[in-house]
């Protein structure tokens, strides 16, 4: 009588303890430790306080993010960062809203529940800014399979500013140079995408050795291109992609459903300017009455 | 390594060890800085040569970055051309990471590999290059440089190394010329230094040879300079000591001329006195023939006045009986009679000693050997020799007396030569103890325990300086050589003793008198 009484308890207690562990909403998945992500993270939190767990994926060998997921079944996954992205890919009973990860719109399609923020800023910002610098010819390479949708979108945009984009596509990194190349003599300034063909360890300082040899500045992505040679940068807020996020995950939980949620695009963004980049290249310009807000590395 | 040419007194010198010393160390020195300095020097220069191959090589690697990774081989083979513009340049090759050569520039001269210094860089992407993914994260962690490819560099190093022979010509030249540099001025400075003692050698040879007249000039207050002043000083207590050792030397001449002088007077004397002796022996052997005649003659008549005596003594006697007392020769029978008698047994008696003194003086004079007899009583010596000496009438203010034992045995021996040995020995005792007042005393004895007699002749003379009594019994040995002494009493004495197996001793102090003692024993061993 006893001994039935104790297998009881202890069916029990094993059948008690996965409810126990579903005590959160979010999953936080974190490609690797960084302070990019906790500046993220915060502005996630900063709206609304979810109930979460973080996986940090580079503090595990093998992290297996489906048994989590189908062990804590938390209601919604946060990833931050390509990797926590693609390790996210096989989840598909809760909504993934993916932020700080460049590959999201190749992965849309194969994951209906992903929705989240790109880090493409919107490109009037670009345009703005060019139109600023009074440079009309401005030189974009890029990967058509990967940012045809963004050239498409600036292009429609740029005739309002005024701004002619001169396109060279580049299917493979090592055509960049090439690319670079060609555009001599024929821009007054370079936008610089974050396409990862164009863009890569190898090939981003030719963008720079472009910049000195042609005198045209180098408008890039990232305020860490200004300590290479970029002359202005226009940065996604990252604190302010975490409460784009939250909203979004506030939206997600309530039952919206993810495709409505989409992917979209960022809406904090800052300038950053390099001045002795922008004072050698004698570009002189006034922001005054545009929405980003200044800061100079 | 022989030096055939230099004099021996030159390789002997201070200067040319002090020379050989330091040019073999400045050569061996030179030698070995020179070595090491080539060595550093070589090392160096490859190093050097390395460096500028590596920095060309991370030169073209770092300008190639970017048309290596889009594999632009127009400009790869234009700026390697340019690299291999260098003159010692040999070849470029610029690959792919995957190993696909993209340029290779060869010169058209044909170099063993040993003779190429090869140097390859990897191309990497740029540190400071960052990937999107990077930079949307603002990561500051450098990420690793993905290798792009490589760049070889090929050096010729024929120029090197006929750099490094020039180089090795011109040290061992400098060296050479340091190395008689130097040597010529440590010449110069140890002629200067060595001068001194060059100076000092020749003064001291010189002085060697005998001059101590000679001086050292001193050129200077240092070492050498004092050590002239000290050898000049020595050299000059040197002379002085050797005007003085010659002056002694004359003295000593001169005073050893005087005393040969001297004993050769002596010598002179003690021939003469040996002269006259001989001279009295021959004139004792004459005399010895010209007294036996007469000397045998009174002792016949003597013998016959004796018997004569006798014979006529009873009818003498009767006749005093009868007619009473009568005058014989002045005086009365009674007493005449036992004179008479005991005058012819004196007359017997002395005559028979003068047979034997002469007949001793015949063998003393004629070397005969002396014989030994039995029965010889050594108490009857000592009263013929008290005899001699009473009649030689010298000791009249001397105390002569004889303690004779009665125990004393008859011994074998000479008889006449005892009674010399005691003569002479009483002589002695007579003139030393001439103006002292003192006494002589002769004694016999016999000790039994070695069976031997004494004799002993103890005087309260003057006694003998220690200084003398080794040489008592000396031949010619004497204190009154200039009064009249023959310095052969004691010796002949001696000599006689020892004839007779025994031993003559003394016993004497300054002042305290001598003791004379003649050992005799009982029975002489027999002569060989």
Known sequence: ?297 | MALPALPKDFRASFRFKLFAIFTTVTAVVTLLFISLFIITEIREQRRLAADKVHLLAARLADSIRLPLYAENRETLQRLAEETANSPEIHSVVISTHDGRVLADLHKPDTIGPDELLSETVEVRSSPLGASPESAITSNRRAPEPTLIGTVRLERDTRDLKQRIRGLVWTSCLLALGFWLTVSLLSYLALRQVTSSFNNLMSGIQIMRNGNYGYRIGVEREDEPGRAAIAINELAASLLERDRENQRLQEELLSAMRLEVQEEKKLLMAKLIQTNRMTSLGLLASSMAHEINNPNGSIRLAGQYLGRAWNDAMPLLQQVSAEEGDFSLGGIPFSTARDNISECCATIDRNTDRITHVIQDLRSYSVGERNELYPGVDINQVVTNALAIIHAHGTHTDTSISADTSPQVPVITANYHQLEQVLVNLLMNAVQAVQGNKGGIVVSTAYNADDDEVLIIVRDEGTGIPPEHMERLRDPFFSTRIDKGGSGLGLFVANFIVNQHCGKLDFASAPGAGTTATVRLPLTPPPRA
């Open chain 1, 1 to 297: 009588m006893h001994r039935h009484s104790l297998t009881a308890l202890i069916l029990f207690l094993a059948l008690l303890l996965p409810a126990l562990a579903q005590a959160y909403d979010v999953l936080v998945l974190e490609s690797r430790r960084d302070r990019a992500y906790d500046e993220v993270l915060r502005g996630f939190r900063t709206p609304r306080r979810f109930t979460e767990r973080v996986v940090i994926l580079t503090d595990y060998a093998e992290a297996d993010i489906v048994r989590i997921v189908r062990e804590d079944r938390p209601r919604m996954v946060l990833a931050m960062g390509d990797a926590a992205l693609a390790a996210s890919r096989k989840i598909r009973q809760v909504p993934i809203i993916a932020v700080m990860s460049l590959g999201i719109r190749d992965r849309r399609n194969a994951l209906p529940n992903l929705a989240g923020i790109d880090m493409f800023a919107p490109p009037e910002h670009y345009l703005e800014l060019f139109q600023e610098m009074k440079k009309r010819r401005v030189g974009v390479i890029l990967n058509p399979a990967k940012c045809g949708w963004y050239l498409r979108r600036a292009q429609q945009m740029a005739h309002r500013y005024g701004i002619k984009l001169v396109v060279r596509e580049t299917p493979n990194p090592r055509d960049t140079l090439d690319r670079l190349t060609s555009l001599k003599g024929e821009v007054d300034a370079l936008w610089m995408l974050p396409d990862t063909t164009a863009v890569t360890r190898e090939t981003a300082e030719a963008y720079f050795v472009f910049s000195q040899e042609e005198q045209v500045p180098v408008v890039a992505f990232a305020g860490a291109y200004l300590t290479l040679g970029a002359a202005a940068a226009v940065e996604i807020d990252r604190t302010e992609l975490g409460k784009q996020a939250a909203e979004m995950a506030a939206k997600a939980l309530s039952g919206t459903d993810t495709a409505e949620l989409a992917i979209v695009s960022p809406n904090g963004v800052s300038l950053k300017t390099n001045p002795s980049v922008l004072k050698r290249l004698g570009v002189v310009f006034g922001l005054m009455d545009t929405n980003l807000r200044i800061s100079r590395e």
